[in-house]
């Protein structure tokens, strides 16, 4: 079993949709949450980081983690279809040599016009 | 803006080539990753560096890959022989891990090298 799991979709919305991307984690040391989107042929880029549990907005996009279920989300508002992409979530332990970054295998998203 | 830089973009090689990717990190960020990314496994976790030291490489075929940062500049990942499973996008990326309680390691990517071998 993956540290790290999440629904590689793919996901197909109309554009004004709200969309919800999920992952869930069987590590209890991750106490850094991460949602990074990636676009076709290119790499991943920072979204959202989030310590912790607890809720975290920018704009259209919520991140949301509840550490007592294990389980992230990404929630975007009034989806666009520049959303289109690949969303992976990431996690990272706390402190030292332990924080390497842990992805899960992302979610393809499409916004349809 | 900086960026994280990587060469080749693109390669396509025969089995049993070496194969040397590369990589210029962000300046000033101390931390190196070596991913590789798949349909099937999307992104694994190769090796990674902190101030240069190679903290964790288990993620590598020890046999046939390699991950060095002979300076702060420069992260090369190496494989030799290349075998077809190895036909992947292999991304670099660099962070600066935060000292004292807070580790984490905000990661920036670069663009990819996209690995065929024949």
């Known amino acids: 079993q993956k540290e790290v799991e999440q629904d590689p979709g793919p996901l197909s919305v109309p554009e004004g949709a709200i969309v919800s991307l999920n992952c869930t984690y069987s590590n209890s040391a991750f106490q850094y949450f991460m949602w990074y989107r990636q676009y076709s042929r290119k790499g991943p880029e920072l979204l959202m980081y989030t310590y912790s549990s607890g809720n975290k907005e920018d704009g259209r996009f919520t991140a949301q983690v509840d550490k007592s279920s294990k389980y992230i989300s990404l929630f975007i508002r009034d989806s666009q279809p520049s959303d289109s992409a690949t969303y992976l979530c990431a996690m990272s332990a706390r402190g030292g040599a332990t924080n390497k970054l842990i992805f899960g295998t992302g979610t393809l998203l499409a916004v349809q016009p | 803006d900086a960026r994280v830089t990587q060469t080749p973009r693109h390669k396509v090689t025969e089995m049993g080539q070496e194969v040397t990717m590369r990589c210029q990190p962000i300046?000033?960020?101390?931390?190196v990753f070596w991913y590789r990314q798949t349909m099937m496994q999307g992104l694994e976790l190769l090796a990674y560096f902190r101030n240069r030291a190679p903290l964790d490489d288990s993620g590598m075929p020890k046999d046939r890959f390699s991950a060095e940062m002979p300076d702060a500049t420069l992260a090369t990942l190496k494989i030799q022989p290349s075998e077809p499973r190895d036909s992947a996008v292999y991304f670099c990326a660099s962070g600066l891990a935060l000292t004292g309680v807070s580790g984490a390691n905000v990661l920036t990517f670069g663009a990819g090298s996209r690995l065929t071998v024949l």
């Open positions: 300046l000033g960020h101390n931390t």
